[in-house]
């Protein structure tokens, strides 16, 4: 990968987070009963800031799921007829919320921390002055290769802030950034068909703009982990070919930003 080249944008001005409305974005394919499980456990705990629920099926096979779901308070069913992956799935519902903070959330996420959220944006605030633009809840199960995201639900850590990608980055199971971010990076997150390497793609571009990420200390949040990937992967074995081969398409467009720029 290159070295860090620092791009300076415009700085991005917003207020305070407390009582300010979020948009929480879970986009998913099939695993209805874990979206149930997701839905409900937001409802149950989140107390801190107005909110959304914007719910995006990916043209999951049964179609009458999301109009069950829409009946639900506080949730926003978008149903896609078409297949567009997770990160088509992520710019619908991006592009049909106007709340000025955002939250993705994977749907094999459950939230068993009433802080979860309010922590998130009291951290992403407190790291303003650092070039932190986007943080992520702890978790049970971050994934493979995200250690320093790992921790138990009652543990209480620092945050860590990402001082390059070097460092690491965020996968995309539970982050939160305002709105404005993408604006001023270069556009929305890429579509990696069906799945996978978005985030470390978006990491580097948020690099290359002068911003950071960070690692909330007080925000957790449980993770199945790998659920729509392996769902995608049973109903079609040429999915394990497809995402393996975007590995290749995420590192050409990180040598195309770099490059074009040098």
């Known amino acids: 990968m290159p070295e860090t080249i620092i791009k300076k944008s415009k700085p991005m001005i917003y207020g305070g987070f407390n009582s300010s409305p979020v948009s929480i974005i879970i986009p998913f394919h099939g ?5 149930s499980r997701l839905v409900k456990s937001i409802l149950f705990a989140t107390r801190s800031n107005p909110y959304e629920i914007c719910l995006v099926d990916d043209a999951s096979k049964n179609k009458n799921f999301i109009n069950e779901m829409s009946n639900v308070p506080q949730v926003n069913a978008i149903r896609s007829d ?5 990160g088509g799935a992520l710019k619908i519902g ?4 106007q709340q000025p903070w955002v939250v993705f959330l994977h749907s094999d996420c459950k939230v068993e921390d009433i802080n979860w959220l309010m922590q998130m944006g009291k951290s992403l605030l407190n790291l303003k002055k650092n070039n932190v633009r986007m ?5 049970n199960n971050p994934g ?7 921790s138990a639900k009652t543990d209480k850590n620092p945050d860590i802030i990402l001082q390059n990608v070097r460092d690491g980055f965020l996968p995309l199971y539970c982050t939160m950034c305002h709105r404005e971010l993408f604006a001023n990076i270069g ?3 890429k579509n990696y068909y069906p799945i996978g390497y978005e985030d470390e793609e978006l990491a580097y571009r948020m690099n290359y703009h002068g911003f950071k990420q960070a690692i909330c200390g007080r925000s957790w949040v449980y993770h199945e982990g790998g659920a729509t990937k392996k769902q995608l992967c049973i109903k079609d074995k040429n999915f394990a070919r497809i995402i393996e ?3 290749e398409k995420c590192e050409n467009d990180i040598k195309n930003l770099y490059g074009k720029h040098k």
Do not use: D, Q, W
């Open 31 to 35: 695993c209805y009963e874990k979206v």
């Open 82 to 86: 078409k297949h567009v992956g997770f």
């Open 94 to 97: 991006f592009e049909r919320t």
């Open 135 to 139: 943080i992520s809840a702890r978790s």
């Open 144 to 150: 493979e290769g995200f250690k320093r995201l790992k």
């Open 187 to 189: 556009g929305f997150i």
């Open 245 to 247: 081969g975007n590995r």
